[in-house]
């Protein structure tokens, strides 16, 4: 505690502090959280034990520090020995989408064909005649085989049906859906998708990347009232998880939109950064000369191109053929021109661009033309991001860190596709497959997330992922590829201040020390000292962000 005296004693040397660390010394900490194992990245040993706050930011760190600025008027909490970090920035999301899913039915853990049908069907009666969107699949816990309509046209008659793939770039469509789309054996495959068709040239209800607009247009699209309640849903699932920022790498601007009108009504719970389609890269550098870009709740002013498509959808582009599939390559879902030309420009009007990129061709071409756009533009802090950057081949890896191009990587996808990433592209290109410690390793800066909906909003089976790599069907204890497991402290650096970095934020998130948000997740497990075996078991107790705490368990 500190009395008058010693504030007046103290006096002298306010002018030698910066303005919050004088705010603190005038009138204390608003709150004080005390006896944690505080974390933060490079923060190293001996550990803190305590971290103060003035208003939305951390004013103070350390037990001698924290109890020399508590007056009467600070709340004191007591962590009685919990892990205090960082708050978790979850580097990719469809938030909208994955918002969506959380009132959707769950189709992923389907035991079987009929059970998948059952599912479809019980959600038509309850919703009759509404489009069923959401309950993403996954055709490997299903057999292998690619669903089709006449899987559940029985159970869904009346009731137009657009489930995704887990990874988002293909749907099943009933025969209602088709209809409804006009999708037609005599319906050319648009350029970048695939129409799936059965031995006799008809459709089969599956459609990939590129061809999912042609039943997007006809889907009634959600009010404005009914996407503002989803993506509050999805705010709080996304806290209860520690997650305190999301980056949104969209393909429509639906998120965008929907995140300026919550910021409009005041803060937003969560922080967000959107991006929107490289297409519209114009419409975005005028926004931004009107706007500005936003502030630390919503910030824009980025872009996301898409130059391929999935490892499941087999559409992302590889220089050799699949293994599984020897007449295929994948699939360009924006052209190499188109993609060169469109990224010079966002870069050359200042916004930040990242791009989608699964193959290894794909990774190379991608790289290629960053480092193009450089040659155009000239020098400049511009923090080219691929995201997922999942198949490379070896001589792209130390490329990352040359062109300081950052990796944007979800770790659940290694643990998920390790099951049966071999199929599509046997053994020898599974040696650049979620290559995260090499990447690490040649000094490129990489970054953690979900992809929710395609994998959980749930950074500790992110970590969990990265450090085993124990795929969730149990078939590799070991880890797959186990070459490239992380530490837990790496894991964590990557969730926190490497995304902060990712988002130009990294001088106010993503460290607990003095001047930087108190966006803080508690958990009731040290994560750097139990067996990684039990991380996915560990509860977040409380997560901060800008100073409030908004999740409690």
């Known amino acids: 505690m500190i009395d008058r005296r010693s504030l007046l004693r103290a006096g002298a040397s306010l002018a030698l502090l910066t303005p919050l660390q004088a705010l603190a010394a005038e009138r204390g900490l608003d709150a004080a959280l005390i006896n944690a194992r505080v974390w933060t990245p490079g923060g190293g040993a001996p550990r803190l034990s305590a971290v103060g706050v003035v208003g939305e930011r951390i004013a103070a760190v350390g037990a001698d520090q924290v109890r020399s600025l508590t007056t009467a008027r600070t709340r004191v909490i007591d962590l009685k020995g919990a892990f205090l970090m960082p708050a978790f920035t979850d580097n990719h999301t469809h938030f909208l989408t994955g918002s969506t899913a959380l009132t959707q039915v769950d189709l992923l853990s389907a035991k079987d064909r009929a059970d998948f049908a059952a599912r479809l069907g019980a959600a038509a009666k309850a919703r009759p005649g509404k489009w069923i969107l959401g309950g993403s699949w996954d055709e490997q816990r299903l057999g292998g085989a690619l669903p089709t309509r006449e899987w559940i046209d029985a159970a869904t008659p009346d009731t137009p049906v657009a489930v995704p793939r887990t990874d988002l770039h293909m749907y099943l469509l009933n025969s209602l859906a088709l209809k409804l789309a006009g999708i037609t054996r005599d319906t050319p495959d648009p350029p970048g998708g695939v129409i799936v068709r059965d031995a006799k040239g008809e459709p089969t209800g599956v459609v990939k990347d590129n061809a999912k607009a042609l039943v997007e247009r006809v889907i009634p699209p959600m009010t404005d009232a009914e996407t503002d309640a989803i993506m509050r849903l999805g705010i709080a699932h996304g806290l209860s998880k520690g997650v305190a920022q999301a980056h949104n790498p969209e393909l429509d601007w639906k998120t965008y939109e929907a995140l300026r009108r919550l910021r409009a009504k005041g803060e937003t719970?969560?922080?967000?950064?959107?991006?929107?389609?490289?297409?519209?890269?114009?419409?975005?550098?005028?926004?931004?000369?009107?706007?500005?870009?936003?502030?630390?709740?919503?910030?824009w002013g980025a872009v996301k191109a898409l130059a391929d498509g999935s490892l499941g959808s087999r559409t992302a582009v590889f220089h050799d053929h699949y293994d599984d599939a020897p007449d295929q390559t994948g699939v360009r879902v924006t052209t190499l021109a188109n993609l060169r030309e469109w990224i010079t420009a966002s870069d050359a009007h200042g916004l930040h661009v990242t791009t989608h990129a699964i193959g290894d061709q794909a990774n190379d071409e991608v790289l290629d033309i960053y480092a193009q756009v450089e040659k155009t533009n000239g020098v400049k802090d511009r923090r080219f991001r691929i995201e997922h950057a999942q198949h490379l081949s070896h001589a792209a890896i130390p490329r990352f860190a040359k062109q300081k191009v950052i990796a944007s990587v979800q770790p659940y996808h290694a643990i998920d596709d390790g099951r049966w990433a071999v199929k599509r592209i046997g053994p020898e290109r599974l040696k650049g497959t979620y290559a995260f410690k090499s990447l690490m390793d040649a000094g490129a800066t990489v970054t953690f997330g979900s992809d929710w909906p395609v994998a959980p909003l749930d950074p500790l089976t992110g970590v969990y992922g990265a450090v085993t790599r124990r795929t969730i069907d149990g078939a590799n204890p070991a880890g797959w590829l186990p070459d490239q497991k992380v530490s837990v402290e790496q894991a964590l650096t990557a969730y926190t201040a490497n995304n902060a970095f990712a988002g130009f934020m990294e001088d106010r998130t993503g460290r607990i020390a003095p001047g930087y948000y108190a966006d803080l997740a508690i958990l009731d497990a040290d994560l750097t000292a139990i067996d990684p075996l039990k991380i996915p078991d560990v509860k977040v107790l409380h997560t901060f962000v800008g100073g409030k705490a908004r999740y409690s368990a």
């Open 269 to 299: 719970e969560m922080r967000f950064y959107a991006f929107v389609p490289l297409p519209d890269w114009e419409k975005m550098a005028d926004i931004v000369a009107r706007d500005g870009r936003g502030d630390d709740w919503v910030r």
